[in-house]
């Protein structure tokens, strides 16, 4: 069943956030610190709503609820939430008592050897207080410093308090006055006291949530805590100077600061029988003077332990004074960050309270500001005021390295990641809120550095939370941005996370200028995609985009190769103009070059590792080009370099060339390796139709080429059957002679009725369009059998390819009859017709 949450219970985990005087984030609240789950699994993005498509979610009866009540967490028991009010109330019974104990402690220390009972039950009452405060700390869910998402394990809370507090709360609920009174009234056991002034931070804790709530006036809340530490530090002092007279040994207390000490006619030379409360005002009144070191009123030392006890003071006065001075200067000039940020927040709620634009927004905005004045999280705003030239470079210094990490721009060029760093925006989004709103359209690509994510299903009546699992420096959104559709979930972030954001429009000005890596980028996005997808990624604008751009590109790089301008195609190429795109009909630079004869630019294109061997849309070869129009140059240049010579229903053109008595196309095709034996639909080789037209020239120009004379036609005819029809005796003694030379080396064919001939073929296990490295690997000569399946069979066992295999022609047709394979002909052995329409 799936889990779901009501819009209210989202609303009331809304909270707000603290910072201390650093800007450091203090235990913030907000909507998803009321969630967690368990297990990760991957969400794959492809902008479909279909619910079938997210197969692969956490089934039912293993996945967790992402939610929880107010008290009680599944899988962790009893858990407080930091925002619940009765924590709240026992934050501040607790701070009472933490403001009682870090005043009475120093006193205590100083001024009472033995609590009174009365004393001694409000101090049992307040240790009490303490210890149940201790057992809450083991069941409060606290703010991950890292991720800023709540933890909720009992297990990790526990481990948190114990190496953090715990030891030092535990010794401060200790009763050290009863066991003061035990031992024997041991003076070191009297130290163990101060170990409740840890206690204080409490207070100091308080004091940094009133400095930034802008209901207070932050010069008063200012000027209060610059009070109460002047108060605190002077108390404390005053204490421990009553403090060192009252250790003294009862004969020699005359000799210390108040038993030497007079007052106009009245001494205090027996202060013990003074009232406590005079007693005490005494003592501070010297600590405060003595502190403001006025000059007149210091406390007057008269044995070592005060001449050492009050350097010492007076020295940390000093720093003291120069504090409360530095803040009270600050307070009077304003500028401090505490001020701007409070300027700003306030300025910000105005704004937010005028527009009516709810809660859920105001505690996003309040979130991304106290963000902001984070020393950890400001670094990029310092670089506003740089100028831009320097801003560029520092970009390139700090997003570079990540985004060479990313799989989406593996394999593009230097440039293109160059420009993606000076581009992209660095955000941060605190748990819960929302990337990527559910039903809006994408249009921004993101990078994921750190954290993590999860998708919120919103619908009528019920709301669907699932964790998505992305390694770092993976993308999300780029598929709903290239097919300009949207997500049905809304995004958010599940813990703190650093994301890198390019909008679709610079991504789309930078692919402009980099064509190729545009290309790159389609190819990596293609990766481990269904057929479906694939298909719609490709009709996606961006790729229509590159498509256009390529055509455009190819055009210019086939006009500079038609001019012969050298010195173009190489700005082409470099500018990151691929040489091996092709035009509208297919054709590459090569084959333009090859056409013209550019002997230069053929050369340099065979050193850009270009294909020789592709074909237009017309079949034609750059070889075949060559050839075609003459340039013997070039034709041997292609030859050297690997070009295979190959044609378009080779028979049916041989004969068309043969009827036309080309002599010169036909010596420079049979020079480059064409097959003279070749047969059109009819059967018919060359020789057959120079038979027909009495080209004796041609005739043995064929035979002198390896033509076979034992050829038969559909209908059975030999060329020597041709050439006694037209009664020419040249053609038939020429013939002749052929006949009985190939008759002898032919073996006895009478166990095949059905062929003229033996047949023999070569297989190769590549494709013809493959490289030159593919060409390299040797091939296998067959006889021809009965038929092609075992003709396929053994030619998998020898070049041991198991399996499903088929022949393809030179020209990459694909053999589906065994009557198609020719005497002498080349075949290529692929995996399966997949490979082969490539």
Not at 273 to 295: H, N, P, Q
Not at 518 to 542: A, F, H, W
Not at 593 to 611: N, T, Y
Not at 620 to 642: M, Q, R, W, Y
Request: aromatic residues 10%; charged residues 25%.
């Amino acid at each position: 069943m799936i889990e779901t949450r009501s819009n209210n219970e989202h609303e009331k985990g809304s909270g707000e956030y603290a910072m201390d005087d650093e800007g450091d984030l203090k235990d913030p609240v907000d909507s998803a610190s009321k969630w967690s789950w368990r297990g990760i699994f991957n969400e794959e993005m492809c902008g479909n709503d279909d619910p079938s498509s997210r197969s692969n979610l956490v089934p039912r009866n293993t996945r967790r609820p992402l939610t929880a009540s107010s008290s009680s967490y599944p899988g962790h028991g009893f858990v407080v939430r930091p925002d619940e009010w009765w924590y709240a109330l026992w934050t501040h019974f607790i701070l009472i008592w933490a403001v009682y104990s870090s005043f009475f402690t120093p006193m205590e220390f100083g001024f009472l050897r033995g609590l009174q009972e009365n004393l001694f039950l409000l101090d049992i009452a307040g240790q009490f207080a303490f210890l149940v405060d201790i057992v809450i700390h083991f069941f409060v869910a606290y703010k991950d410093s890292h991720s800023h998402a709540m933890v909720y394990d009992r297990y990790l809370i526990a481990l948190r308090y114990l190496k953090s507090r715990f030891i030092v709360d535990l010794l401060g609920c200790m009763p050290w006055d009863y066991i003061y009174k035990v031992c024997g009234r041991k003076e070191p056991i009297r130290y163990m006291l101060w170990i409740r002034l840890s206690r204080a931070l409490r207070v100091t804790e308080f004091f940094e949530k009133l400095e930034k709530d802008i209901r207070i006036n932050y010069l008063f809340t200012r000027i209060v805590k610059l009070l109460v530490v002047e108060l605190y530090c002077t108390h404390t002092a005053a204490c421990i100077f009553y403090y060192l007279a009252t250790t003294m040994p009862p004969s020699q207390e005359g000799y210390t600061w108040i038993g030497s000490l007079q007052m106009g006619d009245y001494s205090y030379s027996h202060f013990r029988e003074i009232d406590l409360c005079k007693r005490y005002i005494t003592s501070l009144y010297f600590a405060i003077v003595t502190m403001a070191t006025v000059g007149y009123g210091d406390i007057h030392a008269v044995n070592i332990r005060e001449m050492i006890f009050i350097m010492i003071y007076v020295s940390f006065d000093m720093i003291l004074g120069a504090y409360l001075l530095g803040n009270m200067t600050a307070l009077i000039v304003k500028g401090s960050r505490t001020e701007r940020f409070r300027d700003k927040m306030t300025d910000l709620i105005r704004y937010m309270n005028k527009n009516n634009l709810g809660k859920q927004i105001s505690n996003e905005v309040k979130g991304h500001l106290q963000l902001q004045y984070s020393h950890k999280y400001m670094e990029a705003n310092v670089l506003q005021d740089i100028p831009n030239s320097i801003r560029t470079k520092i970009q390139q210094k700090l997003y570079e390295p990540d985004i060479k990490k990313v799989n989406l721009f593996k394999g593009c060029s230097l440039g293109f990641i160059k420009q993606i760093a000076v581009r992209v925006h660095e955000e941060f989004f605190l748990p819960g809120e929302t990337i990527i709103e559910q039903e809006t359209a994408v249009d921004q690509l993101y990078i994921v550095c750190s954290g993590q994510l999860k998708g919120v299903r919103i619908d009528d009546e019920s709301k669907e939370e699932f964790p998505i699992h992305l390694p770092m420096y993976s993308t999300y959104g780029e598929i709903p941005m290239l097919l300009n559709t949207t997500l049905p979930y809304n995004v958010q972030a599940y813990e703190l996370c650093k994301l890198l954001r390019i909008d679709k429009q610079s991504l789309t000005d930078i692919l402009e200028m980099n064509i190729s890596d545009g290309r790159t980028i389609i190819d990596n996005t293609l990766q481990g995609k269904d057929s479906n997808l694939r298909k719609k990624i490709l009709e996606s604008d961006i790729t229509l985009l590159i498509v256009k751009h390529e055509s455009e590109l190819a055009m210019r790089v086939n006009c500079a190769a038609y001019d012969g301008d050298l010195y173009r195609l190489k700005r082409l190429v470099g500018a990151g103009s691929d040489p091996r795109m092709t035009d509208y009909n297919g054709r590459s630079p090569l084959h333009v070059s090859a056409s013209r004869g550019q002997e230069k630019i053929v050369s340099f294109l065979i050193e850009q590792g270009v294909a020789l061997d592709c074909t237009d849309n017309f079949g034609n070869t750059p070889l075949l080009e060559a050839i075609k129009n003459g340039h013997d140059h070039v034709a041997s240049l292609l030859f050297k370099a690997g070009a295979l010579l190959t044609m378009d229903d080779t028979g049916d053109s041989l004969c068309k060339i043969v009827m036309r008595k080309d002599v010169d196309l036909l010596k420079r095709l049979l020079a480059h390796g064409i097959n003279p034996s070749a047969r059109n639909y009819d059967y018919r080789t060359p020789l057959h139709i120079a038979a027909s037209e009495g080209s004796y020239l041609v005739a043995r120009l064929l035979l002198e080429s390896g033509a076979s004379i034992l050829c038969k036609d559909r209908w059975g005819n030999t060329p020597i059957d041709d050439a006694h029809l037209i009664g020419d005796k040249n053609l038939i003694k020429l013939f002749e002679d052929a006949g009985n030379s190939q008759s002898s080396k032919l073996v006895d064919h009478s166990q095949f009725p059905d062929t003229p001939q033996r047949r023999k073929c070569t297989v190769f296990p590549y494709h013809p369009w493959d490289g030159k490295d593919a060409q390299r690997k040797p091939g296998v000569v067959l006889w021809v059998p009965e038929t092609l399946e075992e003709l396929i069979g053994e030619a998998k066992v020898r070049l041991n390819m198991p399996s499903e295999c088929c022949f393809i022609s030179e020209s990459g047709g694909v053999i589906t009859d065994l009557d198609m394979i020719n005497h002498d002909q080349n075949l290529f052995l692929v995996k399966d017709e997949k490979q082969a329409d490539r």
